[in-house]
């Protein structure tokens, strides 16, 4: 009633309550929730529109590594040197290869622009050469994922990425993030979530 469940009980409780403009809908044996509830989302930077980021998730087509490539050298032609290319809603686990990108692959396609992947987790990123020049990385980080020759694969996990976003262009000002809480909050409401 007026959008709130008035009553929880047995059949016979809910009928005293009706009335000849009580709607009656027949869930054939489901389940009525007044609203899921989310344990763990990042909202703010989620719903924050920010202008300097190419998608590069499977919804935007990016199923491979060769796809992921050239979205990015698309972007590196439209900039100038030097400027910071950001990926963002990458997810390893949707492309073909199933792995991650490396920086040596990000490096050829672009040896004169900072290039950072965020993942979709939000935990994660890889970078190339000239992003890890430009931010000054200390590779000695915990979270610097190296192959088996101690050299960066361009993989920052947990606090190397968390270091990695503060020292580059990519986290969105105050006033984007508190337009991206009031954007998801209603794109969540949308889908039945209800408590974040």
């Not at 989310?38 to 998730?57: E, F, P, R, T, Y």
């Not at 491979?64 to 910071?84: Q, T």
């Not at 954007?183 to 969540?188: P, S």
Request: proline residues 3%; charged residues 25%.
């Amino acid at each position: 009633e007026d959008d709130k469940i008035s009553c929880v009980g047995k059949t016979v409780e809910a009928l005293r309550l009706a009335d000849k403009y009580t709607e009656w809908i027949d869930l054939k044996g489901c389940a009525v929730l007044p609203g899921f509830i989310d344990c763990h989302i990042h909202m703010a930077v989620a719903g924050a529109k920010i202008l300097n980021q190419i998608d590069i998730s499977k919804k935007a087509g990016v199923t491979s590594i060769d796809k992921l490539l050239n979205k990015i050298k698309g972007a590196v032609s439209d900039v100038g040197a030097g400027e910071w290319i950001i990926g963002s809603s990458y997810s390893h686990e949707s492309l073909e290869e199933h792995r991650h990108i490396t920086k040596a692959e990000l490096d050829k396609i672009s040896p004169d622009n900072p290039v950072l992947i965020i993942h979709t987790s939000g935990h994660m990123s890889v970078a190339n050469s000239c992003a890890l020049e430009s931010s000054d990385m200390d590779l000695s980080t915990h979270g610097v994922i190296k192959d088996g020759n101690d050299n960066p694969t361009g993989l920052l996990q947990e606090t190397a990425h968390f270091v990695m976003l503060e020292k580059s262009p990519v986290l969105p000002t105050d006033a984007e993030l508190v337009s991206g809480i009031k954007n998801f909050c209603k794109a969540l409401l949308a889908r039945g979530i209800t408590s974040v």
